[in-house]
């Protein structure tokens, strides 16, 4: 039989008032299948815009290097969320990056992580 061992949803990130480029805690995916990440934004004031990057690196010596999605992780608005959803990352850790080109929000990024099998 197998199992699906996970993590409790965990707080990586809270930024209140954010205005210069925030990242989070990275997260150890090692035996880790999925990786999910909330992203959620509130507060926002001066028209908030900004990206998001998903960073992950193999050794904690190594460059941090973004993901590319094939489309920008844009923030917008003076409220929003996003979710990311990484399946079988080939890495041993993980982090998310907002860079952001005007305005303020608060900044909360959440993650839960799940092994599928024994």
């Known amino acids: 039989m197998s199992t699906k061992l996970y993590s409790a949803p965990y707080q990586v990130l809270y930024q209140p008032a954010t205005v210069a480029t925030a990242t989070s805690a990275s997260t150890k995916v090692f035996e880790r299948d999925n990786i ?3 992203i959620v934004w509130a507060n926002g004031s001066g028209t ?3 990206q998001f990057f998903v960073q992950v690196q193999n050794a ?3 460059p941090w290097d973004s993901l590319n999605f094939g489309a920008v992780i844009s923030l917008s608005n ?3 969320s996003h979710s990311i959803n990484l399946n079988q990352l080939p890495y041993g850790f993980v982090r998310v990056q907002y860079v952001p080109t ?7 990024v959440t993650v839960v992580t799940k092994k599928i099998g024994g």
Not at 102 to 108: I, M, N, P, R
Request: no cysteine.
């Open 78 to 80: 003076n409220s929003g």
């Open 60 to 62: 904690i010596t190594d």
């Open 102 to 108: 005007a305005g303020q929000v608060d900044l909360t």
């Open 48 to 50: 908030p815009t900004g």
């Open 36 to 38: 999910g990440y909330t």
